[in-house]
């Protein structure tokens, strides 16, 4: 049943999980690379994700096959938790500074249809996973590639005109009374 519980709704949840991390970043003023603490959950949503494919998955059909729980999985689980907790606290706490290499004028929000895809990709893609019978984040990578191209011209249209921009020229003088 545990096999089953992994396959069905953790392994899709794990990619709905990062997905919507990544969009809430690209959508909002918080960045991807703005603060140190976006960065660290960044980090340890994308080891969480791998491990638990990689490492626990594996273990979880092994200890299925002999009914019993390995220390590996026990321990697997248990950091698992811990820097789940650690995710929640840093999304309230927000401690530490920007990064250096933080851009200085705060980026804009996203459109509204940012976040409706935002919400609509990750359940297209559940249902088609599903469907499928394994995690199928297709729509959800398609939609950050969107949201990427998106964001930067955003930034492109809200930068501040320079000298050589046609929009920075004087504008013409009042009629002299």
């Known amino acids: ?7 069905v709704l953790l392994a899709p949840m794990a990619n709905v999980s990062a997905f919507t991390g990544l ?8 960045g991807y690379f ?4 976006v960065l660290t959950k960044f980090a340890l949503t994308f080891i969480q994700l791998y491990a638990g494919i990689f490492l626990l998955s594996p273990a979880l059909r092994e200890s299925a096959d002999t009914a019993t729980a390995t220390g590996l999985q026990i321990a697997g689980a248990s950091l ?5 907790s650690f995710q929640a606290w840093l999304s309230i706490a927000k401690p530490g500074k920007r990064t250096p290499w933080s ?21 297209v893609d559940v249902g088609a996973g599903l469907a499928a ?4 984040p297709a729509l959800s ?34 009629p002299a009374v």
């Open 141 to 174: 990578l398609v939609t950050l590639i969107v949201l990427g191209l998106e964001r930067r011209g955003r930034r492109r249209r809200d930068r501040p005109p320079t000298a050589r921009s046609p929009r920075s020229a004087p504008a013409a003088s009042p």
């Open 103 to 123: 851009p200085a004028p705060k980026p804009p929000t996203a459109p509204t249809w940012v976040f409706v895809a935002g919400v609509a990709a990750p359940a």
């Open 34 to 37: 703005r603060h140190c603490w």
């Open 23 to 30: 969009v809430l970043a690209g959508a909002t003023a918080w």
């Open 80 to 84: 698992m938790a811990s820097a789940l």
């Open 133 to 136: 019978g394994y995690p199928l």
């Open 1 to 7: 049943m545990a096999d089953r519980l992994d396959s």
